[in-house]
Antibody, heavy 118, light 107 residues
Framework: QVQLHQWGAGLLRPSETLSLTCDVY????????WSWIRQPPGKGLEWIGE???????NYNPSLGSRVTMSVDTSKKQFSLKLSSVTAADTAVYYC????????????WGQGILVTVSS | DIQMTQSPSTLSASVGDRVTITCRAS??????LAWYQQKPGKAPKLLIY???SLETGVPSRFSGSGSGTEFTLTIYGLQPDDFATYYC?????????FGQGTKVEIK
């Protein structure tokens, strides 16, 4: 039974870089894509991007070049960096696992609220 | 990007009702569609994948159908635990996109 636990700073000032990490417990790390999704307060879900165990990435173009994802297979961790944040980046950020061979999301982290405020 | 439109945005229903939520895609996505349930303060939970396949452990009162651009999620015999917000997601074309959500409220 795989479990995801995410952690990182919850309060940022505009122009800073958001940095979150997700630990994967149980199950296989290789063979899956690992993803980040966010949800602004009271709003819907937005897919940010995904990465696999070898570091191959796929990002949402809406976030441009601000997004960087990385992976550490030895620690069964993957990370998200989002640069130059603004208030519009305030959201609950979820790490998640994409189902094998498909891109539906079969396992989610608990979510972490990241607030951008001056 | 493929736009996903859910209807209705809010639905009021009673325990025992049959509830249907519709999700429309702006272009054909074959059957690459998932449905999620989200309760306040919690992460979404996968209910249905590939339009009609029930995720392991999900009650059989949840059913998905459709292909191409029109999809439905039906809950047969609504239970108190089912009052939540439901989202569809397409995964035919990246970027994967979600519907805006349908909140199922107690009537």
């Amino acid at each position: 039974q795989v479990q995801l636990h995410q952690w990182g700073a919850g309060l940022l000032r505009p122009s800073e870089t958001l940095s979150l990490t997700c630990d994967v417990y149980g199950g296989s790390f290789s063979g899956y894509y690992w993803s980040w999704i966010r949800q602004p307060p009271g709003k819907g879900l937005e897919w940010i991007g995904e990465i696999n165990h070898s570091g191959s990435t796929n990002y949402n173009p809406s976030l441009g070049s601000r997004v960087t994802m990385s992976v550490d297979t030895s620690k069964k961790q993957f990370s998200l960096k989002l640069s130059s944040v603004t208030a519009a980046d305030t959201a609950v950020y979820y790490c998640a696992r994409l189902a094998a061979a498909e891109a539906n999301i079969d396992c989610w982290g608990q979510g972490i609220l990241v607030t951008v405020s001056s | 990007d493929i736009q996903m439109t859910q209807s209705p945005s809010t639905l009021s229903a009673s325990v025992g009702d049959r509830v249907t939520i519709t999700c429309r895609a702006s272009q054909s996505i074959s059957t690459w569609l998932a449905w999620y349930q989200q309760k306040p303060g919690k992460a979404p939970k996968l209910l249905i994948y590939k339009a009609s396949s029930l995720e392991t452990g999900v009650p059989s009162r949840f059913s998905g159908s459709g292909s191409g651009t029109e999809f439905t999620l039906t809950i047969y015999g609504l239970q108190p635990d089912d009052f939540a917000t439901y989202y569809c997601q397409q995964y035919n074309n990246s970027p994967w996109t979600f519907g805006q959500g349908t909140k199922v409220e107690i009537k």
